[in-house]
């Protein structure tokens, strides 16, 4: 069965270091996302992603955070400058089109040290 | 905001039928309810999903009230791999924005031996 892969599981990183996480979606699915988990608190919608463009993002994705599409087949999460309050998991999802349900990926733990 | 309420906890002895309540009342026409469960920290994994009528697949039933103001997932014969947090969304269909996936606390169920 198809499934969304996410490398690498975890990634230790000091404050001010830039991190780039990485997704490989299902390959047919057309929209991708990031959601992160702080440790203990909700799932938090970060970016959605569509025909190699940004169609939704929340107060959480400033000017620090980009995604990327660089070839047919990853979805990058770029974080220039990480702080400490970036630590938590990051998901990535994809589904087929949006009405559909979304796949999640294992997730990739950042920490900031 | 999260637009479902859900009980924090719930307990369920394997091999029983384990109901999970949704409040959802402030629910639109063109909104679905979802379900979703995250098994300790893993990636949330997609369950079932419905517009008003009842839905049934492989993993779970799903029943929605006919004023479409609360729902129940019901897991028919539960495992102990079935103790998970079971997360409750209402999200709007179709293309357009809105297609993020806003999360609650859920409902931390365990199935006990």
């Known amino acids: 069965e198809p499934e969304v892969t996410q490398t690498p599981s975890h990634q230790v990183t000091q404050m001010g270091q830039e991190v780039i996480l990485r997704c490989v979606p299902i390959?047919?699915?057309?929209?991708f996302y990031w959601y992160r988990q702080i440790l203990g608190q909700k799932v938090e919608f970060l970016v959605s992603?569509?025909?190699?463009?940004?169609?939704?993002k929340s107060e959480i994705f400033d000017d620090q955070f980009s995604v990327e599409r660089p070839d047919g087949s990853n979805f990058t999460l770029k974080i220039r400058s990480t702080k400490l309050e970036d630590s938590a998991m990051y998901f990535c999802a994809s589904s087929e089109w949006t009405a559909n349900e979304q796949f999640f990926g294992p997730g990739t733990r950042l920490t900031v040290l | 905001d999260a637009k479902t309420t859900q009980p924090p906890s719930m307990d369920c002895a394997e091999g029983r039928a384990a109901n999970l309540p949704c409040n959802h009342s402030t629910i639109s026409g063109n909104e679905y309810v979802y379900w979703y469960r995250q098994i300790h920290s893993q990636g949330p994994q997609y369950i079932i999903h419905?517009?008003?009528?009842?839905e049934t697949n492989e993993m779970a039933s799903l029943i929605i009230t006919e004023d479409r103001k609360s729902s129940t997932l019901i897991l028919p014969h539960a495992t102990l791999r079935d103790t998970a947090v079971y997360y409750c969304?209402?999200?709007?269909?179709?293309?357009?924005?809105?297609?993020?996936?806003?999360w609650g606390l859920g409902t931390s169920l365990a199935v006990n031996p």
């Open positions: 992603f569509y025909n190699n463009e940004i169609s939704e």
């Open positions: 390959s047919n699915h057309l929209y």
């Open positions: 969304i209402v999200r709007v269909a179709g293309v357009g924005n809105n297609r993020k996936l806003i």
């Open positions: 419905g517009l008003k009528n009842n």
